[in-house]
């Protein structure tokens, strides 16, 4: 049976305001670097008590989770972290292919100033492949396709791919302890917004779409 989470290491209490909030990061943070590991059971009262916070406030903070798709929401005030299935994975690029590759399409009628936030993104990404950080490459990863996918020029349509973000981290993080090499990931993004900025935006989309094709079995491959 899966340990509850005051059974890993110590949560740093954490001050100030917006307290809810604080928790589910630090929480989020946890899980994507599997110091919460799928199954993990999240109990209210005890989160409360090591993190030094109100039970209401560990009650919003799994909300905030659930919304997010990390955990699992329970009976008797307890949740469970969630554990992502192949049919998830499926559905999570599915949603990507949709969203990012159309993306590309929209790109076509942008001037190519409009295009530099995808840049700035290789660029963090480049920034943390130097310091060799996991956490720093998964989230500078989804940093670059959340500004793809920001060239529809939709509220809407971002905030639906924001919706999946959590998931898309949690599988990252998955790859990254099982070793399997996120070394690629900056080549790959280069050499796409390379072809975005130039306009050759059917090798672009073809290149994305190669992308995606190749780490869909290497998530799967994980979650088994």
Do not use: W
């Amino acid at each position: 049976m899966p340990r509850p989470a005051h059974a890993h290491a110590p949560i740093t209490k954490i001050p100030g305001t917006g307290l809810a909030e604080r928790v589910a990061t630090t929480l989020a943070a946890r899980i994507v670097t599997g110091d919460l590991a799928p199954g993990a059971r999240l109990p209210e009262v005890e989160l409360a008590t090591s993190l030094g916070v109100s039970r209401n406030t560990v009650r919003e903070a799994m909300k905030a989770l659930a919304e997010r798709g990390l955990v699992q929401l329970g009976h008797h005030r307890s949740a469970v972290v969630v554990s992502l299935s192949a049919d998830a994975v499926r559905d999570l690029y599915r949603v990507r292919r949709l969203l990012e590759l159309g993306a590309i399409d929209a790109a076509r009628a942008m001037r190519p100033e409009l295009l530099h936030a995808v840049g700035a993104a290789i660029a963090t990404l480049a920034h943390a492949v130097e310091r060799a950080d996991p956490v720093s490459i998964i989230d500078a990863d989804l940093g670059f396709h959340r500004a793809l996918v920001r060239l529809h020029g939709s509220e809407r349509i971002d905030h639906a791919f924001a919706a999946s973000l959590e998931e898309l981290r949690l599988g990252l993080g998955l790859l990254d302890r099982r070793n399997t090499p996120l070394a690629g990931l900056l080549e790959d993004h280069r050499q796409i917004y390379g072809l975005l900025i130039r306009g050759d935006f059917d090798q672009c989309r073809a290149a994305l779409a190669r992308h995606l094709d190749e780490s869909e079995p290497h998530l799967l491959e994980a979650i088994r």
